[in-house]
C-alpha cells in the first residue's frame, strides 16, 4: 500500500542519524581535508545551529569555532539567537559586524542606487525587501521591490530585471565576505569550513555561489528542513531557535524565506519536493495541500524550473580538457 503523502513521509531515526552524520564527519574531516577542527558561522537560524551542535557532536566543543558575522541589516533577533547558541554549545566564537567592509565596497552603495530607480524617493531610513509571485498562478517568477519609508507606510512596486539584477549582486556581498572571514579562521587554526544548506536549499539553488554555497563540508544537505527543526527539539537546541520562524536576515525590512523563494511555506515545500523526488502524482501533492491539481502541477513545475536555473551553481570550475592529478 502507497503511504499517504503527509509529513509522515519525513519521519527518520534521529539517533542513527546524528551517529551517522558524526562520523561521517570526523571522517571527512580528518582523512579526506586533513583539518583538525572546523568553523561554522552561526546566524541564528535553524541550519546552522543544527550544523554547529552536530559539529560540536562530532568533534567536541574545543574543536568547534563559531562565526557571527551581523551587519546593519541584521535583525536584533538572529543576533540574540546566535549568541544564545555558541553560549549554549560552549564554543569558542568571534562576533565581527561586517557592515564597515560592505560599506566599503559598495555593497549599500549599489542596492540603493538600483532601489532608488524605481523608488526615487528612497533614501537612508527606508527599509526595503524583495518578493517573489507568479510560480503559483503558471507564471514566469517574477519579482517584487517593497520598500517602507520612515512614516511606516507600505509601497510596492514590479522590478525591473536591471535593478532586480543589482539588488541581489549587492546583496550577494554579504554572503560572500562573510565567507572569506570564514576561510580567513579555518586558514589560521588548520580547520575546514562547514556549509549549512539544507536539502531543499541545496536542491532549488537557494544559495549563494562562492558565498554561503561554499564550504568544505555540508553535513545537512540532504535532510529536509522539516527534519533539521526535528533535529533541533531532539538534540535540546533552546526554545527560541527551535521555534524560529525561517528568515533570510538579509534585507531591513522582515522577509520570510517563501516570499523571496520559495512557492510554498517549508514544511510544505519539503513534502512537495519529497513528492516530485520520489515521482508522486501530481493529484497525491493537490491532495495533500488541499488545491487544485492545476495549482499542484505549478508547484512542481517551479521545482523543476529553479532546478534548472540554478544548475550552474553546483557546477565546479570548467576545464577545457581534464587535467589529471595523480596522487603518489
Not at 546524528?18 to 581535508?33: G, T
Not at 533614501?123 to 517574477?142: A, P, R, T
Not at 523571496?260 to 515521482?279: E, G, H, K
Request: net charge neutral; hydrophobic share 35%; glycine share 6%.
Amino acid at each position: 500500500m502507497v503511504q499517504p503523502l503527509n509529513e509522515l513521509v519525513l519521519d527518520f531515526d534521529h539517533d542513527n542519524e546524528i551517529n551517522k552524520i558524526s562520523l561521517s564527519m570526523r571522517d571527512i574531516v580528518s582523512k579526506k581535508l586533513n583539518r583538525r577542527g572546523v568553523v561554522v558561522a552561526v546566524s541564528g537560524g535553524i541550519d546552522s545551529s543544527v550544523s554547529a551542535a552536530l559539529a560540536v557532536k562530532a568533534f567536541g566543543k574545543n574543536k568547534v569555532f563559531a562565526l557571527l558575522l551581523p551587519e546593519k541589516d541584521s535583525s536584533n533577533e538572529t543576533q540574540s539567537r546566535g549568541e544564545q547558541l555558541v553560549k549554549f554549545l560552549g564554543v569558542d566564537y568571534l562576533k565581527h559586524d561586517i557592515a564597515s567592509t560592505l560599506d566599503a565596497i559598495g555593497c549599500y552603495h549599489w542596492r540603493d542606487n538600483a532601489i532608488k530607480e524605481v523608488f526615487p524617493d528612497y533614501e537612508d531610513g527606508w527599509k526595503n525587501k524583495i518578493i517573489i509571485s507568479g510560480g503559483l498562478e503558471g507564471q514566469f517568477n517574477h519579482f517584487k521591490l517593497v520598500v517602507q519609508n520612515p512614516s511606516g507606510e507600505i509601497l510596492q512596486k514590479n522590478l525591473g530585471i536591471k535593478q532586480y539584477l543589482q539588488i541581489v549582486a549587492a546583496t550577494n556581498y554579504k554572503q560572500r565576505i562573510r565567507k572569506t572571514i570564514e576561510y580567513f579562521h579555518a586558514d589560521r587554526l588548520n580547520y575546514a569550513v562547514i556549509g549549512t544548506p539544507n536539502r531543499v536549499e541545496y536542491d532549488q539553488g537557494f544559495f549563494v555561489k562562492n558565498g554561503d554555497g561554499s564550504a568544505d563540508l555540508k553535513p545537512i544537505a540532504h535532510l529536509y528542513k522539516t527534519q533539521v527543526y526535528s533535529l533541533a527539539k531532539f538534540m535540546g537546541l533552546p526554545d527560541d531557535i527551535c521555534n524560529a520562524i525561517p528568515t533570510t536576515d538579509t534585507y531591513s525590512l522582515p522577509q520570510g524565506q517563501d516570499e523571496f523563494y520559495y512557492a510554498l511555506p517549508y514544511s510544505q515545500m519539503d513534502v512537495a519536493i519529497w513528492a516530485y523526488n520520489n515521482n508522486r502524482p501530481v493529484s497525491d501533492l493537490a491532495d495533500y495541500l488541499g488545491c487544485s491539481v492545476q495549482k499542484a502541477e505549478y508547484v512542481f513545475k517551479d521545482i523543476s524550473a529553479k532546478r534548472k536555473t540554478t544548475q550552474y551553481m553546483h557546477l565546479e570550475p570548467q576545464l577545457i580538457e581534464k587535467v589529471d592529478l595523480p596522487i603518489g
